[in-house]
């Protein structure tokens, strides 16, 4: 699990910096959010042809199997990416990071303070389970919440490109603010949460409006601040900022959890 989350730390920046010089300014907002489609109609599909797969192939033959979509993208981006041509940069990562405009700097205090508060959205899962289990039974409430946050990722998929085309056309500082506005709204239902199934599903429907806006929003709004040489070194460190806050936010709301939840 950690060798995964540091391919992660390795990964997104680069991605993100390649999607940044792969687009022209105008387009950049669609371009961050028909990657998040992508991505998430892959770990829809992902785990669906596995459950299919279960029945018929070992286990332990899925992870082999498994091997052939990451053996894809590897190539695809060996032989099909093409790098815009630059100097090669040979200033130290520390100095790249003082080079960093101070607006950029200055961005990223907002998105740090909002990542100390976006918590894993397991707890939503979590919460709902909670909540249905008095009606359906501890089994079938599990199932439900989970089809709940599946839904949601529909939601994430179905909406995530028009929200580009929206930062593409509008305010990215705007449409960023409604994005961190919605997500303290959604805690706010979780926690005064009807049992219902459809307020739920309401809940977990904004949840993915929300996710697809940050992960949209976030990384294009970014993009304003940057000069040109500097995408790897601030991507980066917002990445950094992000999965900081992500980590004591997940950390903090699991000991809470743990010690006061009823």
């Known amino acids: 699990r950690p060798l995964g989350w540091i391919g992660w730390a390795v990964r997104s920046p680069v991605r993100d910096a390649l999607l940044l010089e792969s687009t022209e300014p105008e387009t950049v907002g669609r371009a961050f959010a028909f990657h998040g489609v992508m991505d998430t109609l892959g770990a829809i599909a992902g785990p669906l042809i596995a459950t299919l797969l279960l ?6 033959d899925i992870f082999f199997i498994a091997i052939i979509p990451g053996a894809c993208a590897f190539f695809s981006v060996l032989f099909f990416v093409k790098e815009k041509f630059k100097l090669p940069n040979t200033n130290g990562a520390w100095t790249s990071i003082r080079h960093l405009s101070p607006d950029y700097f200055k961005f990223l205090i907002p998105v740090g303070i909002f990542g100390i508060s976006n918590f894993a959205p397991t707890f939503f899962v979590l919460r ?3 909540l249905l289990a008095p009606h359906y039974g501890l089994v079938l ?10 839904f949601g990722n529909v939601i994430y998929a179905l909406v995530n ?17 409604v994005g961190y506005a919605i997500f303290g709204l959604l ?3 979780f926690a005064h949460a009807l049992d219902g199934l459809a307020f739920l599903a309401i809940l977990f429907a904004f949840n993915g409006v929300y996710t697809a806006i940050i992960e949209s929003a976030e990384p294009s709004f970014a ?8 995408h790897g070194a601030a991507y980066g460190m917002l990445s950094a ?4 806050g992500d980590l004591f936010s997940s950390v903090g709301v699991g ?4 010690f006061m939840s009823p």
């Not at 029945?55 to 332990?60: D, K, T």
């Not at 409430?141 to 599946?150: D, E, F, P, Q, R």
């Open 223 to 230: 993009s304003t601040f940057m000069r040109d040489g500097e």
């Open 141 to 150: 409430a599990s199932t439900m919440a989970v089809g709940l946050y599946t």
């Open 55 to 60: 029945s018929h192939v070992p286990i332990r």
């Open 161 to 177: 490109y028009p929200i580009g085309v929206l930062l593409d056309g509008h305010s990215k500082k705007a449409v960023l603010t």
């Open 241 to 244: 900022t992000q999965g900081t």
């Open 255 to 258: 000991a809470l959890w743990t």
């Open 187 to 189: 805690c706010f239902g």
């Open 128 to 130: 709902s389970q909670e």
